[in-house]
């Protein structure tokens, strides 16, 4: 990595773990006085009207973005408590193709994530492979898998409320 980190992307799901890895994101954009930017890549088959088995409609799409601004904003809200500038932004596409652009496409020198195991997971090894930045790549805490079990059974997709 060549000069300072003037910006640090931190990518979530927007579920505890992805809390989780945003928070750890934190301490390096303070320690850089780095600038943070919270983006989830939400995928077209995410959003799928499961029942219809029918892409989104754009009004659809819409309102599930407002719905990740508004969470991304309520995080970026406790974060910002921290002293870091935080910007809020969502990203449409493929998280295998979208995440490794993600740095180069907003400046970024580093790139944050979780780990969806013990293992590295198919997207986590694509961001690994592909970004041209430096990734840090955090391990899900266990109070955020259980967390995340509790809104599968409460009809929660991935912080995405239904």
């Known amino acids: 990595m060549k000069g300072a980190v003037e910006k640090i992307v931190v990518c979530t799901d927007l579920s505890p773990a992805g809390d989780a890895a945003a928070s750890e994101g934190v301490a390096p954009a303070q320690r850089a006085a780095a600038r943070l930017h919270l983006v989830p890549v939400v995928h077209g088959h995410v959003m799928m009207a499961s029942e219809l088995r029918r892409p989104v409609t754009v009004d659809e799409r819409n309102a599930a973005e407002e719905r990740a601004l508004a969470r991304l904003r309520g995080l970026a809200?406790?974060?910002?408590?921290?002293?870091?500038?935080?910007?809020?932004?969502?990203?449409?596409?493929?998280?295998?193709?979208?995440?490794?652009?993600?740095?180069?496409?907003?400046?970024?020198?580093?790139?944050?994530?979780?780990?969806?195991?013990?293992?590295?997971?198919?997207?986590?090894?694509?961001?690994?492979?592909?970004?041209?930045?430096?990734?840090?790549?955090?391990?899900?805490?266990?109070?955020?898998?259980?967390?995340?079990?509790?809104?599968?059974?409460?009809?929660?997709?991935?912080?995405?409320?239904?």
């Open 77 to 162: 809200f406790t974060l910002g408590h921290h002293g870091v500038a935080i910007e809020c932004i969502v990203v449409h596409g493929n998280p295998h193709e979208e995440i490794p652009r993600l740095p180069e496409r907003l400046g970024a020198q580093l790139l944050v994530m979780t780990r969806p195991s013990c293992f590295l997971g198919s997207t986590l090894e694509t961001v690994l492979r592909d970004a041209d930045v430096p990734v840090l790549a955090l391990q899900r805490p266990a109070a955020a898998h259980v967390a995340e079990a509790e809104g599968e059974r409460d009809g929660h997709f991935h912080g995405f409320p239904s």
